[in-house]
C-alpha cells in the first residue's frame, strides 16, 4: 500500500499529526519504537504530574490544621503512589492507541530509519525487516536527556528524570543539578514527600528564563519550604562519600563549595533524539540544536519534514502538537498556523508559573513601547479564601494601542488561568476588549481582570498609582 504520510516518532507530535492527517483524509502510516506518548506520556509530563498530585495532596495534608482540620499524621506509601501514576500513564496510552484505530491509522511498532527520501526501513521487534513507501515522512522523534560532561556523572545514585520517576524509596537527601523547569518541578516533588532537597544552579537564578518578578517570590516560597538553593555555582565533580552518599562539589562566587545527598538528579537539559534515522545518507541537515526545517516544517530534502523537540526551539509537548497540525496541514493544502509569540508555558512548582506571550526583556529588545501592570493574589477574595495568596498576575501591553502582548502568573490555578491570557495574546485583544467581558465572582481569573485594568489606571482592587486622576 503506497501511504501518503509516514511519520516516525508516536509522541504528542507524532500521533497528533497522524490524526489530523486522517481527519484530512490522508492514508497515515505511525511507526513508534517503543511506547505511544513518547516523553511526555511516559517519562515526562504525565508520570510527573501525577507526582505533583501526591505533592499537592500532601501540601493540603500538612496546612489542614489552618483550615480547621485535624489530622494525627500520615505516611506516605511510595509504592502506591508508583501504582497510581503507572495506572494514569497505561490508562492514557490504552486511550492513543484507540484514538488511531478509530482513525484508521497504521500503527506500527519497530526502529525505523531512511532508506531514501521517499523510502524508510522498519526493524520491528520481531521478524525480517521491510519497506515502506510514503510521499511525505514527517520525523517526530522527540528529545532524550542529555548527561554533562561532569567527572563522576556515571556514579549509581546519580540519575536522570527517567531513572528518578521510576524511583521504589523516596531519598532521604536528594541534590538536583539545574534549576530549570524538569529541575524544579523534582525539587518540588520531592520536598514535598519529605526529601531534603538542595538545588544547584549554574546562572544567577533558578527559572532564569521566565520572568524575575515571579522567580523573585517563588524563591521567598521555596526556601520557606525547606528547599535549599545554590545560584551561581558551577559544578566541578560528583564523587564517592562515606556513608554511602554522594558529594558534589562545585565552585560559586566566593570559592568551591560540596554538597551531599543520597541521590542527585542531573537535570541540565534535553538534546534531539536521531540516532539511527540514517539522516546522513538522505542528507537532511541538523546541527546539536536540532534538525532544520522552514516555517511550513519541510527540512532541506524534498518530502521529509520535522517537528517537536527534535527541531529544537520550544521544547514543549504542545508545541510539538501544534507543530504537528500545522505540518500535515501545510502537506495537504491548507494554511497551518502557529505563532511563537504566543505558546503558554507553565512550570508546576507551588505555587504554580504560567507564562504567554512576551517577556519585558524581550519586548525591550524588539524595541516594543510597552506599560506594565501587576495586581497581587493577596487582593484576590477567592485566594485569600483558599489560603493561596501568594502569587500575582503581571500584564504587558503595547502602547498606545493597549494591546496585550504578555501576561505572567504565579499562583495558585495558574495553569489553567493562563489560558484566557492566550486567548487575549493570540487574538491581539485590548485593555477595553478584555475589561467588557464579564468576571465571575469569587474566582482566580479576576486577578487577570483587575491587572488588565491596571494597564489603564482601572482596576477595583488595587491602590490607584497616582494620587489624583
Known sequence: ????????????????????????????????????????????????????????????????????????????????????????????????????????????????????????????????????????????????????????????????STELLAVSEIPSSLIVIGGGVIGMEFAGIFNSFGSDVTVIEFMPR??????????????????????????????????????????????????????????????????????????????VEYDRKGIKVDQKFATNVKGVYAIGDVIGGHMLAHVASEEGKACVENILGLNGHINYDCVPAIVFTSPEIATVGLSEEEALARGIPISVSKFMLGANSKAVAMGEELGLVKVLAREPSKEVIGVHVLGSHASSLIHEAALAVEHKLTVNDIARTIHAHPTISEAFLEAVLGLDDRAIHAAPRRSSR
Open 1 to 160: 500500500m503506497q501511504r501518503d504520510i509516514v511519520i516516525i516518532g508516536g509522541g504528542p507530535g507524532g500521533y497528533v499529526a497522524a490524526i489530523r492527517a486522517a481527519q484530512l483524509g490522508a492514508k497515515v502510516t505511525l511507526i513508534e519504537k517503543g511506547q505511544l506518548g513518547g516523553t511526555c506520556l511516559n517519562q515526562g509530563c504525565i508520570p510527573t504530574k501525577a507526582l505533583y498530585q501526591n505533592a499537592q495532596v500532601i501540601h493540603a495534608l500538612t496546612r489542614s490544621a489552618e483550615f480547621g482540620v485535624i489530622h494525627s499524621g500520615f505516611t506516605i506509601d511510595m509504592a502506591k503512589i508508583q501504582e497510581r501514576k503507572t495506572g494514569v500513564v497505561t490508562q492514557l496510552r490504552e486511550g492513543i492507541a484507540k484514538l488511531l484505530q478509530a482513525y484508521e491509522v497504521e500503527h506500527i511498532m519497530g526502529h525505523a530509519k531512511f532508506a531514501s527520501s521517499r523510502e524508510v526501513i522498519v526493524n520491528p521487534p520481531e521478524g525480517p525487516e521491510y519497506t515502506l513507501q510514503a510521499e511525505h515522512i514527517i520525523i517526530a522523534t522527540g528529545g532524550v536527556p542529555t548527561r554533562p560532561p561532569i567527572l563522576g556523572s556515571d556514579l549509581p545514585g546519580v540519575l536522570n
Open 206 to 283: 533558578i527559572l532564569h528564563q521566565v520572568d524575575k518578578d515571579l522567580v523573585l517570590r517563588l524563591n521567598t516560597s521555596l526556601r520557606k519550604s525547606g528547599m535549599k538553593l545554590a545560584t551561581n555555582m558551577k559544578v566541578q565533580e560528583i564523587r564517592q562519600a562515606e556513608g554511602g552518599l554522594l558529594e558534589v562539589l562545585a565552585l560559586g562566587q566566593s570559592g568551591p563549595e560540596i554538597f551531599s545527598a543520597a541521590k542527585i538528579l542531573l537535570a541540565t537539559g534535553r538534546g534531539i533524539n536521531i540516532e539511527g534515522l540514517n539522516l546522513e545518507a538522505i542528507g
